[in-house]
T-cell receptor, first 115, second 114 residues
């Protein structure tokens, strides 16, 4: 079982709609959760992180965490064509036999926002 | 700060040749990570360093891969000998800590082994 699972998509939404991206993880000891955006041919860049159960809002973006269900999501309100990219979910988990963490990435969900 | 700097940006080499990828982390970051990204496997952690010391190399695919960090501002990932299946984008990233902090990525090196 992979540590972090995402629907690969593609997810296609019209401009102005809400895009919903989902992620599940396997390690209940995971402590922090990140959403990265990656444009084609570019490197990943951080959008948001969340540590606690519940919602965290930043502008048009809302991250949601449910540790009991081992589920993380990202909502993008008022989607714009410039949001078209691959969204990577990343989970920080302590490595096996280690006190330090590893950041596991999902394979990403490709989002297309059409005008 | 210029961010994480990787070189070269693109590398095309023949099977069997040695390949060396280079990375300069952000100044003051104590952690450096090497990732590999492919369509099939996504973004995989190969190895990471803390204060120039390798901490976890369990992601290194095989002995053909080696990584070093001789000082706080420089790291290399070497593949010898290279194989076509090593073709991927290799990213270097750095951060203040291993847990609960953002990792900043370099622009990546696109490696093609023919």
């Amino acid at each position: 079982q992979k540590e972090v699972e995402q629907n690969s998509g593609p997810l296609s939404v019209p401009e102005g709609a809400i895009a919903s991206l989902n992620c599940t993880y396997s390690d209940r000891g995971s402590q922090s959760f990140f959403w990265y955006r990656q444009y084609s041919g570019k490197s990943p860049e951080l959008i948001m992180f969340i540590y606690s159960n519940g919602d965290k809002e930043d502008g048009r973006f809302t991250a949601q965490l449910n540790k009991a269900s081992q589920y993380v999501s990202l909502l993008i309100r008022d989607s714009q064509p410039s949001d078209s990219a691959t969204y990577l979910c990343a989970v920080n988990t302590r490595g096996r036999g280690s006190t330090l963490g590893r950041l596991y990435f999902g394979r990403g969900t490709q989002l297309t926002v059409w005008p | 700060d210029a961010g994480v700097i990787q070189s070269p940006r693109h590398e095309v080499t023949e099977m069997g040749q040695e390949v060396t990828l280079r990375c300069k982390p952000i100044s003051g970051h104590d952690y450096l990570f090497w990732y590999r990204q492919t369509m099939m496997r996504g973004l995989e952690l190969l190895i990471y360093f803390n204060n120039n010391v390798p901490i976890d190399d369990s992601g290194m695919p095989e002995d053909r891969f080696s990584a070093k960090m001789p000082n706080a501002s420089f790291s290399t990932l070497k593949i010898q000998p290279s194989e076509p299946r090593d073709s991927a984008v290799y990213f270097c990233a750095s951060s203040f800590a291993a847990m609960n902090t953002e990792a900043f990525f370099g622009q990546g090196t696109r490696l093609t082994v023919v």
